[in-house]
């Protein structure tokens, strides 16, 4: 019986609204005329406000892999020193794109769970004054983590000031406030199937001037990901080559609900759906996986109880309509996580709560029913101002 469709939580692909899906079905037009043109105008003026910037954005047919390559080719030289701060597999793995074009990189590695500390950053940068660029993570999907964006940038800022600071934030533009250009970040990617509420299959980049005129001379070799090229054709209307047409459809309609709702309350709503999150999974017996001080606001993780059958348990979830993510890289069978973002509404996370609840009483957890859902639903009125703690009774 397939009546009901799944509550998908796993941190992107993310749920599309009807009008988002309706919009990826639509005829394909002239990716060369005027109602593209006017549509890919639309997306990259929406698109400013959440990058923070005044600067050119470009919009990439590719996964946030390809958005990530491409900051890397098109601001770095082989043999450029890179240092690359990571605090997860996404970290890991923008490293790895600067070590594959042949740029020095060292590393610092953040224990998983936790966040950089701007202090181990200042220290490495002054130790070592010749580093060309600085790769960070916004939000680092695999552990759940979010870093302290604005602290990083300004220590690497003050420190080497002429290093670039290049950010993925993939998972976490378009849900969390963000700030390029008063942060002083050089170039930021996110990914079309995140918070943009669309299929997977475009990445946005930003740039600042710096990052700009950098592109200018760096040696790494580039075409499909040349961001010039691309930025080049945006001001045509155009892009250089034939873009993923649906999921521009989709991305257009995305930022249009986005709008709708307000930039201030999609923040709000993810703040809500992350507290009503880690409470109903706190209040189910679960402890969370990140330093809570640096929750991610897009997706939480839990560590998976020794005692606990997780393909069994998970099997059960699902069978009842949820879809959870697992854990990734090194954390594979150890974590599982919870994805809040983009069309995300607190009723949905509720209802994950009440399935978690069901399923968790059925594995014989000590669970009592409601109370996960109810931990949740206060944590959520708590974070939008509508009770205060101790009105919820959340102290007893
Ligand atoms: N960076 C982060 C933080 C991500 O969460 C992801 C995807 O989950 C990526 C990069 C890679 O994006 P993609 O899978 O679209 O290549």
Not at 257 to 270: D, I, K, S, W, Y
């Amino acid at each position: 019986m397939d009546r009901f469709e799944p509550n998908l939580r796993i941190p992107g692909p993310t749920a599309l609204p009807p009008s988002v899906r309706e919009a990826g079905a639509r005829q394909m037009i002239n990716h060369r005329g005027p109602e593209f043109a006017a549509m890919l105008e639309r997306i990259l003026t929406g698109m400013k406000p959440y990058f923070g910037t005044s600067s050119d954005i470009a919009m990439i047919t590719t996964a946030g892999t390809g958005g990530l390559e491409a900051a890397v080719v098109n601001t770095i030289s082989p043999g450029d020193r890179v240092l690359a701060v990571s605090i997860g597999s996404f970290g890991d793995r923008f490293a790895k794109i600067a070590r594959t074009y042949g740029a020095d990189v060292a590393t610092i590695e953040v224990e998983w769970g936790q966040a950089a500390d701007p202090a181990v950053v200042r220290a490495e940068l002054e130790r070592d004054p010749g580093y060309r660029a600085v790769l960070l993570t916004h939000n680092e999907t695999s552990t759940a983590v979010m870093n302290p964006i604005a602290e990083l940038a300004a220590v690497v800022r003050e420190a080497a000031p002429d290093a670039l600071i290049l950010v993925d934030s993939v998972s976490g533009l378009g849900a969390v406030p963000f700030e390029m250009d008063a942060w002083g970040i050089d170039l930021v990617v996110t990914g079309s199937q995140k918070a943009w509420m669309a299929a997977p299959g475009l990445a946005m980049i930003a740039a600042s001037e710096r990052a700009w005129a950098a592109m200018e001379t760096a040696t790494a070799p580039r075409l499909y990901l040349d961001l010039r090229a691309h930025r080049d054709a945006h001001a045509n209307g155009q892009t250089p080559w034939t873009p993923a047409i649906a999921v521009v459809f989709q991305v257009d309609e995305g930022i249009r609900l986005m709008t709708a709702e307000g930039a201030e309350h999609v923040f709000a709503r993810h703040e809500a759906c992350a507290a009503a999150a880690r409470a109903g999974l706190e209040a189910l017996g679960f402890e969370l996986f990140a330093d809570q001080r640096f929750a991610s606001r897009t997706v939480t993780g839990a560590i998976v109880p020794d005692d606990l059958d997780w393909k069994a348990f998970n099997g059960e979830v699902k069978r009842r309509g949820v879809v959870l993510a697992g854990g990734q890289g090194k954390l594979t069978g150890k974590v599982f996580r919870v994805g809040h973002l983009g069309s995300v509404t607190l009723e949905e996370i509720l209802g994950a709560m009440s399935v978690l609840e069901f399923v968790s009483i059925g594995f014989e957890r000590p669970v009592r029913p409601g109370s996960a859902v109810a931990a949740a639903q206060v944590a959520a009125m708590e974070s939008f101002g509508l009770v205060t703690p101790v009105a919820a009774g959340t102290g007893s």
